[in-house]
């Protein structure tokens, strides 16, 4: 089993994170890396079903989304190489915040996936995509 782990610290409030990570549909805080963020469909952004194409190359679907436990769960449906349906199988993306305790006024935010096949490939793809999110993420939440 594949799988890739990230973390960042951002100097805002877990509430602030949150409200800006879960609208499935709105990647606006990465336009470094989000190009294009096309929704497919009617169903909302914060309703599980939701599926986006990003890039013109990632088919996504949103699992779960919790919102007590400021967190969700996407599949990657198919892509481009190395994370194509024919590459891998039961991609699972999870992003979640959690408040800093130490300061109210910091969050911690993980995003970290798991798939079955093409493990070595995927995971150094995934890795630097997802690092790059969170960067941007904190970037603009920061300023």
Known sequence: MGKTYQSIVIDKPAEQVWEKLRNFHDLSWAPKS??????????????????????????????????????LEYSIDDGPSPVSSKEVSNYQGVVRVRPVTESKEGSFVEWYSS?????????????????????????????
């Open 115 to 143: 798939w079955q096949g093409n493990d070595e490939d995927a995971a150094d793809f995934c890795h630097d995509i997802y690092a790059s999110l969170l960067r941007e993420l904190k970037k603009t939440l920061e300023g």
């Open 34 to 71: 989000i190009e294009k963020a096309e929704a497919v469909g009617d169903t909302p952004g914060d309703t599980v079903g939701a599926k986006r194409i990003l890039n013109d190359a990632f088919h996504e679907t949103l699992r779960q989304i919790n919102d007590a436990e400021s967190e």
